[in-house]
């Protein structure tokens, strides 16, 4: 297979383009989106890319659109994604709830800016991570990951592709506006150099008429695609193992949110990704994930050298959450300190997850700057 | 034309334990339903190549009664799922069955758009001037004076003529029948299926229980009467003036024509983008 750039080498490349390539990459063949800042640059990366990898991409009337695109372009067997900022994000949420209830694989990217409303396009922010968890209606569970540098987000882009198939489930990835315009030195792979899987077909006549059942026992029910003959029906209404209707019943809707539910929190170890700095003997931690992450990882070198026992854990998954990880860490910790671009959100994560076992502070920033180190460090010393 | 026995339609095509579907007596939507299967069956189509899709409402739940992939979407969207669905298998024909609020109102964007790429679909839309499955309220079908649980003293605004809005839009095939005219409605759903790009066949179809009651037709025979007293042949409406006109709506077909398909627009975009980049001759 023939790629437009380079691979098998390291390039200097933008948070948007990075994401774009990763998305090739990991076999997405369907680009669906709307324009917004600052994310329109992985559209037009894909425009440029897609019909020469015989994919798809197009320019959607509006976020709703783009994401119904490519949902049903995962049930014509696709690997698809879409990608926006915070405004179009919250057009998205009705059929991202969509996703999550038929348990469509999909990727859609949200490369935060400042809000809420139209707020600060062309400047960064953390601000929505509770949307990207909570966002749609209902009891639902999606994964969320968010990198901190070009090359997390190529890497990130591919383990989203990746846990979407395996999971049958739509996941989002939450850069932001600093680490979409930014250049740095990304790895772009071979094809044999990366992990890609795909998600699971029906072996059997018997196991496509479960489309929404559990034959492997691993919550996680065969995909069987349209045109292959199968005759499946998909609905957003409350569906039985068949997916029938069944919207009266309060143990269905229960067998299903339950399932949804399970197949994410059983296999909370595969998908749960993380980096620490410095934990082991640490007496304070700091927690972060995106961007934030950089200056955190500076600001415990700082306080490293200045004598202080500073730790960092890195978030690469925000959801599903480590709940039990905080508790432990809090537990060999005096404080937990949270940097993050808003007003409070993985705080009340981090916050909830240390029960209590060490006191747990918000370093919130708005405006449209990531934190300094020293404004971290300064935090840490008190 | 011969007609094939109704039961065979419904053995043939409908899945038996999914029955008996949710619609009212008197409501058309499976007339409209059994005029697709004719008009598929007459055409030889086979189940496997064809895929239903739905937004919200009465009408939407008919993928769910049909042996046919299927996908039941969010209200107003089917069109833009199937967008997905078409360009990322073309082999797939798509047969999209919506109501008058999934057209016109929440999904009134998607519809001029999908048109205006002329999207390969067929469009069986359903128009009863009600939103019916939420009890009755107007749509912006609902022709003026007309009543509805969100109008209760008749409606005030002016009413979406949705086939005219898809002729201007650019669709290649658009036609409106009244589910009474069944001969002309299975033909045009032949040709529409038949045709590349976008097709719409819209149906008039009755809704006794919650349009009918609040406007002093409970029954759909009633209804069908109605619907011979404000519905005006094509070539009739064109030596009509403009206030006789005023109130009526107009049935027969609005458009044929061969504008490429966005498949095909698609494809040679493809071919071009290659050509460009030097990737092929």
């Known amino acids: 297979m023939r790629y437009p750039f380079p691979v098998g080498k390291a390039d200097f490349i933008p948070g948007d383009e ?18 917004i800042t600052p994310a329109s640059e992985i559209f037009e990366a894909m425009a440029l890319y897609m019909p020469l990898v015989d994919g798809v991409s197009i320019q959607m009337e509006d976020e709703l659109g783009s994401i119904a695109a490519i949902i049903g372009a995962s049930w014509a067997g696709a690997k698809a994604m879409t990608a926006t900022s915070g405004p179009g994000f919250s057009l998205m949420q009705e059929n991202l709830g969509y996703a999550v209830m038929t348990e469509t694989p999909i990727v859609v990217v949200n490369m935060m800016r400042g809000g809420p409303s139209t707020g600060q396009p062309t400047f960064p922010s953390q601000g929505d991570i509770m949307q990207a968890i909570w966002g749609t209606h209902g009891d639902h569970m999606l994964i969320v990951l968010s990198p901190s540098t070009v090359q997390e987000a190529f890497d990130l882009t591919i383990r989203a592709f990746n846990l979407a198939e395996k999971y049958r489930t739509p996941v989002v990835l939450l850069g932001d506006a600093e680490l ?71 143990e269905v809707q229960e067998r299903l949110i339950g399932r949804i539910y399970r197949k994410i929190l059983d296999h909370k170890d595969d998908i749960i990704s993380y980096e620490k700095f410095g934990l082991d003997d640490a007496d304070v931690a700091i927690v972060s994930t995106g961007i934030v992450s950089r200056s955190a990882i500076r600001a415990v070198k700082m306080l490293r050298e200045r004598g202080v026992k500073a730790g960092l854990l890195k978030l690469h998954t925000v959801w599903p959450f480590d709940f039990d990880m905080i508790e432990e860490l809090a537990e060999g910790v005096k404080k937990i300190l949270v940097p993050e671009m808003n007003m409070g959100q993985l705080y009340h994560l981090v916050k909830e997850g240390a029960n209590g076992k060490a006191e747990v502070e918000l370093i919130p920033k708005v405006g449209g700057e990531v934190h300094t180190p020293m404004e971290i460090a300064e935090k840490v010393v008190g | 034309m011969y007609l094939k026995d109704a039961y065979d339609v419904r053995d043939k095509y409908l899945r038996k334990e999914m029955l008996p579907t949710i619609f009212c007596p008197g409501c058309g939507i499976g007339s409209a339903l059994q005029f697709t299967l004719r008009a598929i069956d007459d055409l030889g189509y086979s189940q496997d190549e064809i895929v239903w899709v739905s937004g919200i409402g009465c009408s939407s739940r008919v993928p769910g009664y049909v042996n046919f992939d299927g996908l039941h979407t969010t209200h107003g969207r089917a069109l833009a799922f199937a967008t997905g669905i078409k360009l990322a298998n073309p082999d797939l024909k798509i047969i999209a069955f919506m109501g008058d609020g999934d057209t016109s109102a929440i999904g009134g964007n998607h519809f001029i758009h999908a048109i205006r790429r002329n999207l390969d679909v067929t469009v069986i839309l359903i128009n009863n001037f009600t939103y019916g499955m939420t009890g009755g309220q107007v749509a912006p079908t609902t022709l003026k004076g007309l009543k509805g649980t969100t109008a209760p003293y008749g409606q005030f605004e002016n009413p979406f003529d949705i086939a005219g809005l898809a002729v201007s839009a650019g669709a290649n095939y658009v036609a409106r029948w009244s589910v009474f005219n069944y001969l002309q409605g299975i033909n045009s759903i032949k040709k529409a299926l038949q045709k590349e790009g976008f097709s719409l066949v819209e149906f008039l179809s009755p809704c006794p229980v919650s349009f009918g009651r609040r406007n002093r037709m409970k029954t759909a025979p009633e209804l069908l009467r109605w619907y011979q007293k404000i519905t005006v042949p094509l070539n009739k409406a064109k030596k009509m003036s403009p206030e006789e006109l005023e109130g009526k709506v107009v049935i027969g077909e609005f458009a044929d024509r061969d504008r490429p398909g966005l498949v095909r627009s698609y494809m040679e975009y493809r071919e071009r983008a290659k050509k460009m980049m030097g990737w092929e001759e």
């Not at chain 1, 990075?18 to 324009?35: D, H, K, S, T």
């Open chain 1, 180 to 250: 979409a315009h930014m250049r740095e030195r990304v790895y772009i792979p071979t094809p044999d150099e990366i992990e890609v899987i795909n998600r699971k077909l029906p072996a059997n006549e018997e196991e496509a008429r479960l489309p929404f059942g559990d034959p492997h026992g691993d919550g996680v029910p065969p995909m069987p695609i349209f045109g292959k003959g199968y005759r499946t029906y998909v609905t957003g209404l409350t569906h039985d193992e068949n997916g029938h209707p069944r919207t009266v019943e309060p």
């Open chain 1, 18 to 35: 990075a994401i774009a390539r990763a998305a090739i990459l990991a076999g997405c063949r369907f680009y669906a989106g709307y324009p």
